[in-house]
């Protein structure tokens, strides 16, 4: 999928709240996608925001559960790429402690590489998904050294994969 088309968008995905005649777009916290071509990689924040889920779905989620409450998307590849016009083509992914599930794959974070030198670190929060460049993959590390290291004893299993 990310050899054959190029990264085209990002999507946040959410409710629309209106109220007094202003609407609202409430973006989700768990969940981010990035389409290729007809396909979606769909990022889900899962055990309370520790890891991500990452699984190939045809469309976006759009049930909230929420009765008369009109759900939404907004595209913000024009905020998070450096450059929106270039063309987006995966040279390379880094996953952290990956796991191989039935419905996809589970990792701690996700490094994305574009051939035009932009890097795209997703990082699962506690207070929801974040997406940045390399700088927000230093803080991730500096976080994990002074949060998580002392438990676990060791940085994350780093697997790469060439794309381009």
């Not at 007094?20 to 996608?33: H, K, L, P, R």
């Amino acid at each position: 999928m990310m050899k054959d088309y190029l990264f085209e968008e990002i999507y946040l995905i959410g409710i629309v709240d209106i109220e007094n005649d202003t609407a609202e777009f409430v973006a989700s916290d768990m969940f981010m996608y990035f389409e290729f071509g007809k396909q979606f990689l769909e990022i889900e924040a899962i055990d309370s925001f520790g890891r991500l889920r990452i699984t190939i779905v045809e469309r976006l989620r759009t049930d909230f559960g929420f009765e008369n409450v009109p759900s939404g998307k907004v595209k913000v590849g024009q905020i998070v790429f450096m450059n929106p016009m270039a063309n987006h083509t995966v040279e390379s992914v880094v996953f952290y402690n990956l796991e191989v599930i039935d419905e996809g794959i589970i990792s701690d974070v996700l490094l994305i590489k574009l051939t035009n030198g932009e890097d795209l670190f997703v990082d699962p929060q506690y207070l929801g998904i974040t997406i940045g460049g390399l700088q927000q993959k230093h803080l991730w590390e500096e976080q994990y050294r002074e949060r998580v290291l002392t438990r676990v004893g060791e940085m994350p299993f780093e697997t790469y994969i060439k794309i381009q």
